[in-house]
Nanobody
Framework: QVTLVESGGGLVQAGGSLRLSCTVS????????MGWYRQAPGKQRELVAT???????IDADSVKGRFTISRDDAKNTVYLQMNSLKPEDTAVYYC??????????WGQGTQVTVSS
């Protein structure tokens, strides 16, 4: 059973920074695509950023220039460095790992709260 565990969330003032980590455990090594998603209260879950096995990343327009996704396959970990945080970034952030078209796994989420 593959398990993804997020950490690094918390409360931060606007303009501050946080780094989220997602560590994968289980029998599967190396996701094709790792991603971060977020869900704010009353809103649908949205894609924040993805990174493929070659290290190429895609960021949502709302976070471009502020957030950076990276991965360390040796540690089975994906990171999300969040800078210049805004109150609208407040959400539960979820880690996702896709291993095939039909196989993906989700973490339980970590809360990020940005105060104004």
């Amino acid at each position: 059973q593959v398990t993804l565990v997020e950490s690094g969330g918390g409360l931060v003032q606007a303009g501050g920074s946080l780094r989220l980590s997602c560590t994968v455990s289980g029998s599967i090594f190396g996701a094709i695509i790792m991603g971060w998603y977020r869900q704010a209260p009353g809103k649908q879950r949205e894609l924040v950023a993805t990174i493929n096995s070659g290290g190429s990343s895609i960021d949502a327009d709302s976070v471009k220039g502020r957030f950076t996704i990276s991965r360390d396959d040796a540690k089975n970990t994906v990171y999300l460095q969040m800078n210049s945080l805004k109150p609208e970034d407040t959400a539960v952030y979820y880690c996702n790992g896709r291993y095939s078209a039909r196989t993906q796994y989700w973490g339980q989420g970590t809360q990020v709260t940005v105060s104004s």
